[in-house]
């Protein structure tokens, strides 16, 4: 979003951070927002309506009356870059000028990491809790030793760490966030199911999304393979 907001100065691009001044604070670190307005929700019972969580799974895009042109768009995870060639399709018609292809600073140096065989994947901030600090730290390390190496061993080892971590990263979220429910309460029904806006079941669906890519790599590595490599 920086990048565009470099690029489009008559586009309002806007980040909400649904979990804490803390991870927004962290975003706005990470990804050097200048541009960008970042902020984020007060309490869960902020929580927008009709969309929750997005994280990977697209933007929200509205014209300048406020009406909406997307209340969902398609998401990174599922097609790429495509992705955000199809936002950019949808703006173009909202604004007088085309959007110019052109290069910020940041992309400058992330595209200059892009095939690196010595390029390095950053650990996250911390998210407060100890245990999943630690385990972002550990997965950091395995996408690391892939991008040097990307055998079949170290592709399968990072497959089971993702699978790992997900799994009681997910664990934790409805400890502390409930099965959907505002507010941060955890739902007193054993049968409560997540909703489909709220910040677990987008979560899940991009761990889901992230093991299906790792999985499918995977599965192509292991089909180049030579017997008994």
């Known amino acids: 979003m920086e ?24 975003f706005h670190r990470m990804f050097n927002f200048q ?3 970042n902020g984020y929700i007060p309490s869960r019972g902020y929580m927008p309506r009709g969309y ?24 990174y995870l599922d097609i790429g ?10 703006l173009v018609p909202l604004i007088a000028a085309p959007i110019a292809k052109t290069t910020s600073a940041n ?30 730290k550990e997965c950091t390390n ?39 429910t505002e507010n941060g309460q955890h739902s007193s029904s054993s049968t409560a199911q997540p909703s489909s806006f709220s910040s677990l079941t987008s979560h899940m669906k991009d761990h889901q999304r992230m093991l299906s890519i790792a999985s499918s790599e995977l599965e192509r590595v292991s089909s180049c393979s030579l017997p008994g490599k």
């Not at 799974?57 to 398609?74: H, L, N, P, Q, Y």
């Not at 870059?81 to 949808?90: N, Q, T």
């Open 81 to 90: 870059e495509a992705a955000f060639e199809y936002v950019e399709s949808l």
């Open 142 to 180: 395995s996408f690391n030793k892939v991008i040097q190496n990307p055998s079949k061993e170290n592709m399968r080892e990072l497959y089971g760490i993702l699978k790992s971590h997900f799994d009681h990263e997910e664990e934790v979220m409805k400890k502390y966030f409930g099965n959907g």
């Open 3 to 26: 990048a565009w907001a470099r690029t489009i100065p008559n586009v309002q691009f806007i980040c909400v951070c649904v979990e804490s001044k803390q991870v927004a604070t962290s």
């Open 107 to 136: 992309d400058k140096s992330s595209s200059k990491s892009k095939g690196d065989p010595k390029a390095k994947v950053e650990a996250p901030a911390s998210v407060g809790v100890d245990s999943m600090d630690d385990e972002h």
């Open 35 to 37: 541009k960008v307005i």
């Open 52 to 75: 929750g969580q997005l994280g990977c799974s697209g933007f929200i895009v509205s014209d300048r009356e406020g009406c909406f042109v997307s209340r969902k768009t398609a998401a």
